[in-house]
Structures are given as C-alpha cells and as structure tokens.
C-alpha cells in the first residue's frame, strides 16, 4: 500500500514456520503457538496473536467466508502477509486452552499478565528487533487491550479492533439481562479447555453449592434446559457458564477481567461494526474516549468481517509500519475516526465523538404510535403490551414519512416512563428504518432491566451508565423512569422513509443473520404480565437522536403533503366569533 508520499513495507521475503514454539508466561505456566518469520538474519519487529481457540485452524489455508458461528473464531489474520512484509509473526494459545499449560482463566487477570510476559520474552529473542505489537479481532481484542494496561516495555502498538472490554455490558448482561444463546454456542469454540469455577474457589464448595440452588430457583434461569444443564453439572466450559450466571450483578469477577483505562500509554487501533451492539460496539466508543496514548476508531459497515481474517491486514501494516519500524505512513496526518455511514456506502472521517455538529433532538412518544418531535398534549395518554411466557407484545412507534434527507450519527437514548404489573420488567428496545415499500433494516438495539435502572451520575445525558450493582424490584404499577442507551449508529434516511422505534420484552425468535445472533438470545420473565409506556406531559417518554445532517424543520404530521384544494372560508362564523361581548358579558352568538 502507498500514497503518493508515502509506503508502507514491501512484500519481499520469504517465510519459515517454527510449529509447537513454547513461550513462557507467568508462574511457570507455558503457552504454545506458532511462529511465522522472514527468512531473513536481520532482527525484525514482531506482531503477536494469543486466543483460546484451535491454533492449527487460525493460519490455515482457507477460502475466506462470511462471519458464521462456525468460523467466528478464526481471527488471527494471515501471519505469512505479515512475515513477507519484514515481520515475525506468533500465534499461540492461552493457558488452560490447547497445547499452552495451566488453567484458563476466562479473561482473568493470569491471562494478560501471561502475554505480558510474553511480549518481553519476544521482545529479548535473537529475530527480534525489540518492538512488539499485538494484532487480531475479538478475543484477540480483548485480551491485548487488557494486556496494554500493564504496559510491557517492549509493547509498541496494539492493532485491536472489535474488542470488548466490559464483558459484563458488552457481553453477556445486556442492560442486566442475561444473553445465554450466543454464550452456549462461543463456550463450545474452546479448544481442550481445562477450566476451574471462580466460584467455587472463592465461595469454599458449601457457597458454591448454595449459589448453584438459588440460580436454579430462578425461573429465568429455570425455563432454559441448556443453562440448567451447566449448572447442574459445572465442570470444563460448563463451569464458566455456571460462574457467568452466578454473577448476575457487576462485581469482582467482572472488574478482574475489565480493562483499566488509567494505564493505557501505547498507540491502540480501536473499532467494530454497526452490527455488533452486543458485542463489540460499546466498547469502541468507551476506549477510543478513555484511551490515554494516541488512538485511532473505525466503525465498518455491519457485516463484521469475513472469516478467516484479512481486510484489516494492510491498514495494520501501515499502523505497524509507524509504531514498530518508524516509518512515515501518513497516517498522522489523517483524522483519528473513520466512520461508515449505512445505506450511502460512504465513510465519514471526524476528530472526536459524539460529532461535534451533533444535535441531540428528542422524538416524543405518542399514542397510536406515533413518533414525533411535537411534544405530548397535556392528557394522560400510555400505550401498554401483554407479555408472558406464551406471548410477548410490543410497541411500535413511528415517525411520519421524512421530508428532509437526514443523517443520524451517534450515541441515542431512549427516555422511558415505564410501568409493568410485576415486580421487574425487561425491556429490549430496537430502532429500525422502514422504506416506502415497507421494507425494514435494523439500525440499532439496546436492553434495560427496570429493576437495574439506577443510572452511574457521572455518565452524560447521552450515553446514560447503569451501576448493575443491585436489584431494585418495582412496585406493581408504579411508574419509573428507564434510560436505556444506544452505543451508536450512522445512518443516512430518505425523504420518504419511516424511522420506527420498537419495544417488547423478549427476543426469542430466530436472529435474522449470524450478525444479529451475538445480541439475541436473552432470559425473559416467566410471569405474565402488562407493561405499560407513559406519555403524557407530565411523563414524556421521548427518543433522543443524534441529528448530524437535515431535520431541519423535523418531521411533518402532515407527512408533507397539502390539501388538493383550498375549502371555502367560514365568512359568517368568524363574524360571530369576533361580535362584541353582549350585556352578560359572554361573546354574542
């Protein structure tokens, strides 16, 4: 790749294979992997990789495919690409996980401190110039992100997009609601894992034992088979299900495995895609703003990435090129965040988020769901839904037909006055955009537990942060307010379209596409139940949307469209209406 003043590395070697290469981490644990250099005797920067998953599979010569549940986990990238381009290249498991020794530790602290120490051993080796960087997608993602916050010397650079790291949030308790599906299908990807119960090892086997009965009591829990299936019998990946369910709440199994934003000095390539809202979107936007050394975002298009890895290879090679080599790419010069824009095929370069053109514009809540900047009339007015493990009912509430072509780019909040029958409700909230054919494209999905609304006060009005420190049952018909926040979207609309607005409590159809799994499959309450949105004056639910472009007037009830012709003028009654007052007082007439 080059530009018309600078390059980056050459493809110009040829490349050696060393298989079954041992790298020390820490207590004595070995990691084993595969190490891909340049045949050549000149020290070289290295780039390194580390995953729990089938190491032989990640480099292996396959046609690449769309992301699926089956290859997901192929996210190493091509380490020949990078050793014919002057860079050693290791891929190698975690411990507790294929070939490498000990005990997983399920993105525990062991496993960062592991790499960590393996940067250092890289870093010290006779092919190695002394610069390492780590580089790969998701779980690759995750663990060098944490990694970096020891800062490792030798550790120069982190290319780490499509990295989660609160998992708690991002992962696997969507708003305090737990997403069981995709987390049974990834438990299975891991390759020979040897895996003990956090648990168990901090509650003493009694504690354990009564954690495990009280989850069990749980109808949440009870109604599916697979996750009473794990807890009955918690050993291998089956235990690392039954610890995730045994924290329900954000406590000290998450926070040993959340990344700490205070030691974050290396240069980081941070991102995702649209799609992953439950995944790794979140944490694009939380580690670009809290990142201490120099960052850069992008967000692609939601399609994820194909499988086995390559699109990024060459934007990392420049990144490298930089951070490793020292050489001048240009990339200094362009602005730090790429966004792609749906539906234009166009991406959007900016230098911080949210756009600073942004304008926050909240939609109201009306009955007959309708969706509208027009603030609610002084009545009471709800709209409410049955939901139930036989049926869930939802809401729709919808803009009218756009005027105005408008781009929406940025974090949104939905602001909800909420009441249910029962002691707790789940709310899952989706926006979609509906075409003037009706058909539909989701843009954008968020969760909320009502009984774990309490909001962190620090967090803006924007991008509302739930504690998830306890459960606060409601009181049956009693009104509370939710914030349930979007991570992000951009999107350009149509003059014609519909932005539709989606509420229910369960999502428990099939997801649409590979894509969407990875924010489906949640519990959902087990009684039945009426959940009822308030929107009144007095309690005016509203959607707040990050206006970029256009909505200039806003929305028309109207839809836009005049009357095909003028009536005629009541002459005779405004005549009445402006007669002067009669002898009583009142208006004649």
Known sequence: MFGPDWSTSPREYEVTVERD???????????????FRPATDRPVPVIAGFHPYNNEFQTAPITPEGFSLQRGWMESGDPYFFARRGYAHLVANVRGTGKSGGTYQAMGPKESLDVAAAVQWLADQRFSSGAVGLFGISYFSWLHLQTAMHEPPALKAVFAPFGATDFYRDFLYHGGILSYRFLLGWKDKLDGVRYDSWHREHLGPDGFERAISQALADEEIAAVPELVSCLRSPTGADALVADVVLASLDGEFWQERRVDYSRTSVPAYLGACWGLDGLHLPAAFRSYLAWKGPARLMVGPDVYLDRPLYQLQHEAVRFFDQFLKGNDTGRSKDPPIELFVSRTGRWKRATAWPLPETR?????????????????????????YEDSPFLHGELRFSTPPLVEETELVGPAVLNLYCSSSDDDALVFAS????????????LARSWLRASQAEKDPASPPYAPRQLHARRQPLVPDQVVLLEVGFSGMAVRLLPGERLVLRITSSDDEPPPDPLRATGCGHVSRQRASVVTVHHDSGRPSFLVLPVTDGNLLGTFLSGGALPGRTGPIPTAKIKRLKAPPGPGGDSAG
Do not use: K
């Open 431 to 442: 926006l979609h955009v509906v075409g003037g054919d009706g058909t539909t494209r989701e």
């Open 360 to 384: 926050f514009t909240p939609f109201h809540l009306h009955p007959s769901g309708l969706l509208s900047e027009r603030e609610p009339a002084p009545a009471l007015s709800r709209s409410a």
């Open 21 to 35: 290469v041992t790298v020390p981490g820490i207590d004595g644990v070995e990691l084993v992997g595969d190490l």
